[in-house]
């Protein structure tokens, strides 16, 4: 016995029209040419922009580095161990010839702050015309010495590759100074670098842990 048509099982009076059943597949067929146009649009539009951003990224990353280096940081790739002392609170005297200047954490967010996040997001570097000089965790200090003149001074979170705040300097031989990062609130990643009054700067070392710092040698997390 033959098989019956789909159309032989369906009253005469629900029976679709051939007309209508072509229009409803052409219909189909068109939808699903436009799925596919559309699909493959958006796979070269991915491929392009991935491509534009291969190529753009090099040379956003060489110019954020000339501008830290403009600015008087270092390279990104000098890292800093960093321990702090609570009870020890070194000062010094100006070398003969030299400026001396003293760098200190900012105290909003480090004195009494919370620290949350790893710790390089709270470790400071401090570079001076290009070069990294040390680096600071939270609300310590350290001191180094300048020659006299103008000198570009840069402080960045150690965690991130763009510096947090530049200053530009003048010292002169036989005087000591004093800066200090200020984060206008917590877990702000921006910073400004502002001068400290000699007067209130000794009250300040006594109140802050003081630095040891060395380059880091390896990626491993820094300890206490």
């Known amino acids: 016995m033959a098989e019956s048509s789909g159309d032989e099982k369906v ?14 597949n052409s219909s189909q067929k068109f ?12 796979k070269m539009l991915t491929k392009t922009l991935l ?14 580095a000339a501008a830290a280096h403009a600015a008087g940081c270092g390279p990104n790739e000098v890292k800093f161990n960093v321990k702090t002392d609570k009870k020890q609170h070194p000062t010094a005297q100006p070398s003969s010839g030299k400026a001396l200047v003293y760098v200190f954490g900012g105290e909003d967010i480090d004195l009494g702050g919370l620290a ?25 200090y350290f001191f180094f010495s300048l020659d006299p003149g ?17 200053l530009t300097i003048t010292v002169e031989a ?41 380059p880091r040698k390896s990626s491993n997390s820094d300890t206490e």
């Open 11 to 24: 009253p005469p009076h629900c029976r679709k029209p051939a007309q209508y059943r072509e229009a409803s």
């Open 150 to 166: 103008d000198h570009r001074l840069c402080a960045g979170r150690q965690a991130s590759s763009k510096p947090s705040a530049a």
């Open 51 to 64: 491509a534009i951003l291969i190529f753009v990224s090099p040379i956003f990353a060489q110019d954020q």
């Open 116 to 140: 949350l996040g790893t710790r390089d997001n709270f470790t400071t570097r401090w570079g001076v015309d290009g070069v990294w000089l040390g680096a600071g965790y939270r609300n310590s």
């Open 174 to 214: 036989g005087k000591a100074y004093y800066f200090r990062t200020k984060t206008h609130h917590l877990g702000a990643q921006g910073e400004e670098l502002e001068p400290i009054d000699p007067a209130a700067a000794q009250l300040l070392i006594e109140a802050s842990p003081s630095t040891v710092f060395e």
């Open 31 to 42: 939808t699903n040419n436009w799925l596919i146009f559309v699909f493959e649009w958006l």
